[in-house]
T-cell receptor, first 118, second 118 residues
Framework: AQSVTQLDSQVPVFEEAPVELRCNYS??????LFWYVQYPNQGLQLLLK??????LVKSINGFEAEFNKSQTSFHLRKPSVHISDTAEYFC????????????????FGKGTKLSVKP | DAGVIQSPRHEVTEMGQEVTLRCKPI?????LFWYRQTMMRGLELLIY????????DSGMPEDRFSAKMPNASFSTLKIQPSEPRDSAVYFC????????????????FGEGSRLTVL
């Protein structure tokens, strides 16, 4: 069974500072990895995902995450944050083997609340 | 294309009343998920369906909760009788199943239904 650990429940940063949101997972098989973002009073939206290929994946709004298999990590980074990045960020993992079938579900971390201050 | 549509967006009810939450998944998606989100417990998977069939309902809190998916375009989550501890945001999500031969598990979330039980 997989699990996801987001070590930081809250991360306060100042605007234009860099940020890293940490995500570690455990799995005995190969995985797909996701970051979702939840803005206040909204549902979760996919931010970026790693399925295969390049281990560095990027979103359209400047976030990036790198899959590190040896460290079982998928940390999310942004070199310069904006006020509008204030949200809760969820890391999630799914089992590639399980998805040989047609059902299954993502395992979510507990979320990290990013608070960007002026 | 329309996303996942949930109704109502907000519901305030009194303890003991029946509550019905509704969800219309994205057309063509074959998996549907109900989640509950609270400050204390975070995001919890309640139940998921594949091709309209309930696959795993182990997350349903108790017999007061029931979910149905009578067809591919509609699902309900019912709480009867409701209790104050059921107050939460309930999310519906759908998944496209296989994409280019791969089922990655990516989920598409609705905006949520915020339930307050007085």
């Amino acid at each position: 069974a997989q699990s996801v650990t987001q070590l930081d429940s809250q991360v306060p940063v100042f605007e234009e500072a860099p940020v890293e949101l940490r995500c570690n997972y455990s799995s005995s098989v190969s995985v797909y990895l996701f970051w979702y973002v939840q803005y206040p009073n909204q549902g979760l939206q996919l931010l970026l995902k790693y399925l295969s290929g390049s281990t560095l994946v990027k979103s359209i709004n400047g976030f990036e995450a790198e899959f590190n298999k040896s460290q079982t990590s998928f940390h999310l980074r942004k070199p310069s944050v904006h006020i509008s990045d204030t949200a809760e960020y969820f890391c999630a993992v799914s089992d590639q083997m399980n998805y040989g079938g047609s059902q299954g579900n993502l395992i979510f971390g507990k979320g990290t609340k990013l608070s960007v201050k002026p | 294309d329309a996303g996942v549509i949930q109704s109502p967006r907000h519901e305030v009810t009194e303890m003991g009343q029946e509550v019905t939450l509704r969800c219309k998944p994205i057309s063509g998606h074959n998996s549907l998920f109900w989640y509950r989100q609270t400050m204390m417990r975070g995001l919890e998977l309640l139940i998921y369906f594949n091709n309209n069939v309930p696959i795993d309902d182990s997350g349903m809190p108790e017999d007061r909760f029931s979910a149905k998916m009578p067809n591919a375009s509609f699902s309900t989550l019912k709480i009867q009788p409701s209790e104050p501890r059921d107050s939460a945001v309930y999310f519906c999500a759908s998944s496209p199943g296989r994409f280019a031969g791969i089922n990655t598990g990516e989920l598409f979330f609705g905006e949520g239904s915020r339930l307050t039980v007085l």
